[in-house]
T-cell receptor
Framework: EPEVTQTPSHQVTQMGQEVILRCVPI?????FYWYRQILGQKVEFLVS????????KSEIFDDQFSVERPDGSNFTLKIRSTKLEDSAMYFC???????????????FGPGTRLTVT | RKEVEQDPGPFNVPEGATVAFNCTYS??????FFWYRQDCRKEPKLLMS???SGNEDGRFTAQLNRASQYISLLIRDSKLSDSAIYLC???????????FGAGTRLFVKA
């Protein structure tokens, strides 16, 4: 069964450093998402991406964050100048469709646990 | 009113019990509705989409009431393996953003 993969599974970084979280979505999927989940809290939408551009982003997704699809398979989230409060689990998700304002079923990767010290 | 609101639980039920979870959403323009489950420190896994006509998948039944902006999930004949957090997910209406509820925790005991 096709699955979304994410690397690394755990990333430890020092405050102020830049990190890149990597995701490989399911191969025929077209819409990609990043979410974060702070320990003990709910899953929060960060950004959606389609056709090589951001479709929608949340208030959390400020200039500190960026996304990229550098090739036909990877989808990355870059966090610049990390802060302690960026410590969270970051999930990537993908879906094979969408449109007319409707979100299709999303399939999630196993997540990257980011720890900022 | 929260965008997506769920009863946090926890629900503690014996094996074989029937349990129902409720979820309300605030945006009447929302069009996509889902139930996911999340095990401890794992990713959300799609349980089922929710349609106006209601849908069933084995022991799981989901219902949507657009007029009341309410979604439900019914689990029949609970198994130990059903123990998890159940997440109600709704799109924000007119875009590619999804909003997760805080989840309802279920414990099924032998």
């Amino acid at each position: 069964e096709p699955e979304v993969t994410q690397t690394p599974s755990h990333q430890v970084t020092q405050m102020g450093q830049e990190v890149i979280l990597r995701c490989v979505p399911i191969s025929n999927h077209l819409y990609f998402y990043w979410y974060r989940q702070i320990l003990g809290q709910k899953v929060e939408f960060l950004v959606s991406f389609y056709n090589n551009e951001i479709s929608e982003k949340s208030e959390i997704f400020d200039d500190q964050f960026s996304v990229e699809r550098p090739d036909g398979s990877n989808f990355t989230l870059k966090i610049r100048s990390t802060k302690l409060e960026d410590s969270a689990m970051y999930f990537c998700a993908s879906t094979d469709g969408g449109g007319w304002g409707r979100v299709y079923e999303q399939y999630f990767g196993p997540g990257t646990r980011l720890t900022v010290t | 009113r929260k965008e997506v609101e769920q009863d946090p639980g926890p629900f503690n039920v014996p094996e074989g019990a029937t349990v129902a979870f409720n979820c309300t959403y605030s945006n009447s323009a929302s069009q996509s509705f889902f139930w996911y489950r999340q095990d401890c420190r794992k990713e959300p896994k799609l349980l089922m989409s929710v349609y106006s006509s209601g849908n069933e998948d084995g022991r799981f039944t989901a219902q949507l009431n657009r007029a009341s902006q309410y979604i439900s999930l019914l689990i029949r004949d609970s198994k130990l393996s059903d123990s998890a957090i159940y997440l109600c997910v709704v799109d924000k209406g007119g875009g590619f953003k999804t909003i997760f509820g805080a989840g309802t925790r279920l414990f099924v005991k032998a």
